[in-house]
């Protein structure tokens, strides 16, 4: 058996980001650049005001005196001219501020009559000015290579003057389910059958993954049926989801085999979850996981996450821990990294309370749906008493 | 000037929930139940097996013992007699358990030869069968109204045997950034101008928070321009961000008035921000942010995030806050709330170490993108010394 960072390092080793495409600023939430962003403008372009009030030369502005007020400029209206000694330039918050000018006199602090002002407060030379570049200079990196961009980020794009970004590609991943025993939901169920549920589940992480998902028609237990299911995708990533008979595995190996599949398949020293399959399929990376829903999931959020990371052009992280204190005592681990269920409470001091559900049975999806994270219980982890310190994986923050 | 608890609450007292939709599982998650989901189907169906092995009658697995083997049952291939003294089925996991058989002998205790399997290991009655119903039973609720489905959601769904769920159709929102200075990415920027970044910040902010967004485009600053843009987009919502002049919210009101707008018009004790327009504009709610790019987007974490999600029928929380500590000292603060823009760095004992930036120039959207999370001042805060615990709302999470 293998540890499960091995076996992450394994896949994340035969993976390569997709290729790059170009797509427009409002469709780019989500995408993982594939280039830094560049300002291709000053922000703000010219000095600017940040306050409404009056434009002024800073010598002019001492309390007591009275300024010829020579005109108005609006943001987007910037005045032509130059400032000139004795003379004011009514503005508003991101007008330009005119050559000649230094001080920007507050609107709360003048009083505008018969074409002047009259200073109430004595102004400082600079204040108030948002001066040019103050948020970014032409050519500077706004937004590095490899990052996934938040709304934030599209915005910044934006100020940047960029209305299409260079991404990677959204990787494409086919998702096929095997089993005998397997009905879609809404379909007539065989007699001893179940209704699929990991390729929805799957489905619907790839996508919160920023992947693009297809769901191939379920492949009976059928190393032909396996095989012909598998091909034709263009994926860069094939996931399969063994039945639950014996052998599932064998058979899904046995199909890919015939279409040329180079595999690794490991026994990985964890729970839920112990055999995973990686190889390669031509083009396409596969990533064979267990029937069992709740380890189905688990090991994708444990090794398909870096790996639709890895593929986006992002570094592959695992997914990331918080501490959490254990409500209840735990026995003893065995030799496999255990992933207990768990719901969280907040506690005052901001390090949660986690209680691990009693029953961690690896077919109760309905207690993985219904809980916040998983406890990592290292390999041979001696008995831990409540309130005991541990890491945990909040599920909801992975997309799943 | 109002605190930003009250201005969420009216908010939040001027909005219903879309109404519902059905829409196919496949394209559920992320959406907001409108009905619980109830179980259909029991699962496991029966009783099944947990592990490979064989189906025996407790009584007769005695280490030792040899049984007649009297057939398989792969999963899917339920076996239809009832098992009789002295007989065994071959199981794999999750097939059918016959009638007559309450026990598993599992395949590592067992050495099968000649049709015949001799039992190594007594079995325990009960022992590695997973009951019909240990998931769930029908008609119990699998997920509850008014949650936002996970991928783990949408895979209880499917074994719930759903292939349509209803929930709310996702909250239409119209995205209008008025000012004359401003030009799209990618445009002729006028002399003067700044290249609109809320709008697509926004934009993607609502797409994050399951929403549609419809982004308008840029009306001049005229009372004219302004009420056609706001019009004829069947919005649920429509955010409007002001240009950066004076009275552009009393031009945003002025031309939503001539079509009827009920306004609340509030400034709001905090920082960065202050004024933010609430209203009604027939079916449409109108919610006005400032148009200062930091402002804007903080603005949409306190007062639209609660509206977009209460459209969407959840409560209409404020943005969750986790506790961290202070890296350097801050000083005593006014009577706004303040929202420090901020960089966390993962401690040890689990507790983030907040980094505000020295510069809060609520012009500064590189450093918003930047930042991890805004630091909560309350209004009239002491200062606070390096070390000290503040809540912070991390942003990401927002899907900002």
Redesign the interface.
Known sequence: MISIDEARARILAGLRPTGNEIVP??Q???RVTAAPVLAR?D????DVS?M?GYAVRAADGREGTRLRVVGS??????WAGTLGVGEALRL?????VPAGADAVLL?EDAEEADGQVAVRETVREGRHI?RRG???LKDVE??PRARR????????????????LSVHRRPRVAILAT????A????P??????????A??????V??RGGVPL?VPVAR?DANAIAAAAEGHGADLLITTG????GTHDLVQAGLARRGLEVDFWKIAMRPGKPLMFGRLGATAVLGLP???VSA?VCAALFALPALDALAGLPGDAPPT??AVLATALPANDHRADHLRARLTAQP???ALATAYSRQ?S???????EADALILRAPHAPPAAARE?VQVIP???L??
């Open positions: 600023l409002a780019a939430a989500g403008v922000q703000p372009p010219q940040a409404d400029a609006p943001a987007g209206h910037p508003f918050t991101g007008s330009i609107q948002r103050q948020d970014f706004l937004i961009l938040t709304a934030r980020d599209v915005g910044l794009a934006a100020a940047g003057n960029h209305p299409w089993g005998d025993e397997i879609l939901p809404g379909e169920i065989p007699p001893g059958g179940i209704v699929s549920s990991n929805h589940a799957l489905a619907a992480f996508a919160a769901v237990d039945g639950v008979s014996v029937g069992n829903p999931l918080v501490p001091d901001g390090i049975d077919a109760l999806l309905r207690m993985l749906a310190r599920l909801a923050p997309g799943l």
